[in-house]
Structures are given as C-alpha cells and as structure tokens.
C-alpha cells in the first residue's frame, strides 16, 4: 500500500482537502493528513481523521515516541506528499527552508520522492512577485505545482488563485505515483 502525506493550510478550500483524503484513501492509498493551525480554522481534523481511519498530525510536540521521530517516519515512508490547499505561507517557508511546524518539517524531510502543491490564495498573492519567485526556486529544486483556477474567489475578487478542481489533483497525484 503506498503512503500519502496530505498537507492542508489555511485556506477556506481546506474543505476540498476533505475531498481529496477521502478519494485516496478509497482507491486504497494510506493517507497521512497533516494539518497547520490555520487549516484548523476552517476544518476539523476528525473529518480527515474520519475519512482516512489515520491519526491527524497537528503539532511536532503532541506525541513523543522515543522509538519513532515523527516527521522524520513520515517523511520516509511518504510514496508522495501533496499539499492542497497551499498557502503562501506555506510556499514561502519551504522556498526559505523554514521548518518550524509538523507540515514544514515533514516537507522538509521528504527525499527522493515527489512533492506535489496545490496553491489557493488571493489573486494579489498569488500574483506577488515573492510568491512567483518562491514557486519558481521550489520547481527549480523538483517540486511540482498545479496552478491555481480563475474564479470568484472566496473575498470576492475575480482572478486566479482558487484550488485546482479535484479532478485535476487527482490526476496529478495519481501520475506522480505511478
């Protein structure tokens, strides 16, 4: 069975996130969510515990094994890790190599395997040189990204930055396993 790491930031698509664990874990892939604070804003993580039947990670310090170092386990059995919804929070720590909580960490951690991010922000973010610049050093060092839809966006604005439909992460996530 192939392991997922599903990364979900704050972003009011974090509900979409919701959909994407429960896809994965019925076509049989074992998903490990983890979960910034901010994400826990806008979905809890008994939905994602619910839908995947896996314990959701929420903070480096909550569970210590001696045995096992957390985010350095999940980061090696990860087949995959996908982040949707990605902030720019999250982009701009891992273009800076900031690991300073359970998703950055794990990311940081994942070797020679794919990393797949899902941006969903306000269109000025999005469009923010800075963010530009932190998506193009990530694909330069092999992540991959799907870029963001056209919409009405959640503040009202016209423009890119909504999640990715569904579909298209599935696809994505599914050709990076293969």
Known sequence: M???????????????GADIANILTKEGYSVHVIMSASARKFITPLTFQTLTR???YTDMFDEI???DVRHI???RKADLALIAPASANIIG?????????MLSTVIMAVRDKPVLICPAMNTAMYENPVTRDNIKKLTGYGYHFIEPREA????GDLGKGALADVDVIMAAARKLLA
């Open 65 to 67: 094994i001696y045995e």
């Open 73 to 75: 386990s999940l980061a």
């Open 93 to 101: 720590k891992l273009a800076a190599g900031i690991a300073d909580d």
């Open 54 to 56: 896996n314990k959701v």
């Open 152 to 155: 009405r966006l959640a503040c």
């Open 2 to 16: 192939k392991n997922i790491i599903l990364g979900i930031t704050g972003s009011i698509a974090a509900y979409k």
